[in-house]
């Protein structure tokens, strides 16, 4: 029994899985300063072509800023991010038979005030997107910070989850609704999906 089979098999058995320990600081540290470099080049784009910072446009919803994460290697910050993605993948499509074809992921800044109300990461004629998961990178965090993952479990039980720095969450996206309570202080993650058609075919509705 390593970690990856434990953490797939709460996944499988409960929908959702929680772990703290994937990855070193160092490797956390590597992946904060990728997000940040993301977000200050992002933020030079958009100001180059006068549109503003790519905050998300209905902030009564939801007020973080995202960038997706690409193709290019991030100096190597992200390798073992990739790593584990890629093994829980393995684990889930040969063990558990889940049948993921791709995946997707960014970073992701809430400012100050920020939240993202209750919701179902399924759109309507879109849903290729079996797994969300979220690794926060917060290295400060303390309680009172606000920002926490509100997973709703249904028959009135709930999952409150503090961003705490290195900790990883994955849900099934079909079935959990869930929130981002409002945050006293700048909130940091990777965020993402498992996907069972790949991205560019996820408005076939598969
Ligand atoms: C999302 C989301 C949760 C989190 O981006 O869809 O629900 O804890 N994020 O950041
Ligand atoms: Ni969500």
Redesign the pocket.
């Known amino acids: 029994m390593n970690k990856n089979s434990l953490f797939a098999d709460s996944l499988s058995e409960r929908g959702f899985a929680v772990s703290d320990n994937f990855f070193t600081k160092n490797e956390l540290r590597g992946f904060y300063k990728a997000l940040e470099q993301s977000l200050i080049e992002d933020d030079f784009k958009q100001a180059g072509i006068g549109t503003g910072a790519d905050f998300q446009k209905n902030k009564s919803i ?1 007020g ?1 800023k995202i960038v997706w994460i690409g193709e290019n290697n991030y100096d190597g910050l992200l390798d073992s991010w990739h790593k584990f993605i890629k093994e829980l993948c393995d684990y889930l499509n040969f063990n558990l038979f889940v049948g993921i074809r791709d995946k997707e992921f960014h970073f ?1 800044f809430y400012p100050k005030g920020a939240f ?1 109300e209750k ?1 179902i ?1 399924q759109f309507k004629g879109r849903n290729n997107r079996l797994i ?1 998961c ?1 690794l ?1 990178l917060n290295e400060r965090w303390q309680p009172g910070d606000g920002g926490e ?1 509100v997973l709703y479990l249904g028959n009135g039980e709930k999952e409150v ?1 503090a ?1 705490t720095f290195g900790k990883i ?1 994955c849900f099934r996206s079909e079935l959990f609704e ?3 309570l409002i945050t006293n202080s700048g909130r940091y ?1 990777i ?1 993402g999906w498992l996907l069972n058609y790949p991205k560019g075919l996820g408005f076939l509705g598969y």
């Open positions: 939801r973080d992701a993202y919701h990461d969300s979220v926060y993952l989850i961003p969450v869930h929130e981002v993650s965020t």
